[in-house]
């Protein structure tokens, strides 16, 4: 089992993740590992909830590339999350088209209902949040998305982010 250093953060690759990254390596000829790089930080990030340094790091071990490699993917592409997140996770659509039908103002809205900024999490756990590119719904605006399901919620306004915010309090409490 591949294990860094527990005083960086303890980051356990079980033998059955160690197993998938084996399952997408061998999909790639000899030599072209590293074009398992995106689904295997995938499998990361499913499994930890998030892309931390070390799991990078060891990534870069397993797939025999530079660890400057990984971070520049994980940094380019924003659906890697590089620090832990709420057990929710709002991503609200910020481009024109939103933003024209208010996804700014929604944006403050929600920041002062769960009371964190733009990627904190809350107290307890539950919520996160983020503005994020096209959502793909541009008649629907403003729209969100919550992962990892990404449900999405389309038309909001504040009275129906207080009723999603309300039932997913209420969900995470059964």
């Known amino acids: 089992m591949l294990r860094v250093d527990e005083t960086k953060a303890p980051v356990d690759f079980t033998p059955e993740l160690i197993s998938k ?3 997408i390596v061998s999909r790639y000829p000899a030599g072209k590992q590293k074009s398992a790089l995106l689904p295997i930080l995938h499998l990361v990030q499913e499994k ?3 892309v931390s340094v ?3 790091d060891i990534v870069a071990e397993y797939l025999e590339i530079q660890a400057i490699e990984v971070y520049e993917v994980a940094t380019f592409y924003s659906m890697y999350l590089l620090r832990p997140q709420g057990k929710y996770l709002l991503e609200i ?10 996804a700014e103002k ?7 209902k769960l009371g964190v900024k733009e990627g904190e999490v809350t107290p307890d ?3 996160s949040w983020r503005g994020v590119e096209c959502l793909a719904a ?3 605006g403003p729209v969100l998305q919550i992962g990892p399901e990404y449900t999405f919620y389309e038309n909001l306004t504040n009275d129906s982010i207080d009723k999603l915010i309300a039932d997913l309090t209420s969900k ?3």
């Open 21 to 23: 990254f084996d399952d």
């Open 48 to 50: 930890f909830g998030w």
């Open 54 to 56: 070390p799991a990078m």
């Open 93 to 102: 659509c910020r481009t024109g088209p939103c933003a024209i039908v208010g």
């Open 106 to 112: 929604l944006m403050d809205y929600v920041s002062q």
């Open 125 to 127: 756990g539950l919520f």
């Open 138 to 140: 541009c008649g629907y």
């Open 172 to 174: 995470s409490k059964n």
